[in-house]
C-alpha cells in the first residue's frame, strides 16, 4: 500500500433525475381543472348549437308554410300552421305560454315584438287576431277566407325574428 497516493476516491456522482411519473400535485390540479374548463366548453358549444339548429328549423319551418300558402291560399290551414309555429317556438322563451288562450295569448305575442312596433299590438288588433278565431271557422265562412295571409305571414316573420334574436342574446 502506497500512502503518498492516498485513499482511493470516487468522483462525485449527481442524484438520479426525477421521474415523469407520477407528476406532481400541482400538474393534477391543473389537469383537473383543464378537464373541468373542457366539460364546460363542450356543454356550452353543445348547447348553442343545439339552439342554433332549432332556430334554423323554425326559420324553415315558416318558410315551409309561406311557401305552402303561396302555393295554396288557405287561410284556415296558414293560421293553424302559424299558430302551431308560433306556440312551439315561444315555449322556448316562456314555458307558460302554451297555456295561453285568447286574449292572453295575443298579448303574449304583442309583448315578444319589438317596442316599437308592440305598441301598435299587431296580433290584438292587427292581421295576427286571425289566430285566435279563423283556426275554428268553417271553410265556407266569408270571415275564415277574409284572412290576410301575406300579412299574417310577415308579422310571424318579424314576431320570430325578434324572438329568436332575443333568445340568442339570453343563452
Known sequence: MNPAAGPELRDIHLPASPAWW???PGWWLLALALLVVLVFALRACWRFERRRRWRARVRAELERIATAHAREADAQRLS???????RRASRLLAPHAAALHGEAWLDFLDARLPPSEAKAAPFRHGPGRALLDAPYRRADDPAATAVD???????????????LRAEAAHA
Not at 293553424?80 to 308560433?86: G, V
Not at 295571409?149 to 324572438?163: Q, S
Request: proline share 8%; net charge positive; no cysteine.
Open 149 to 163: 295571409g301575406d300579412a299574417l305571414i310577415a308579422l310571424a316573420r318579424r314576431w320570430l325574428a325578434h324572438a
Open 22 to 24: 407520477p407528476p406532481a
Open 80 to 86: 293553424i300552421a302559424l299558430s302551431n309555429l308560433l
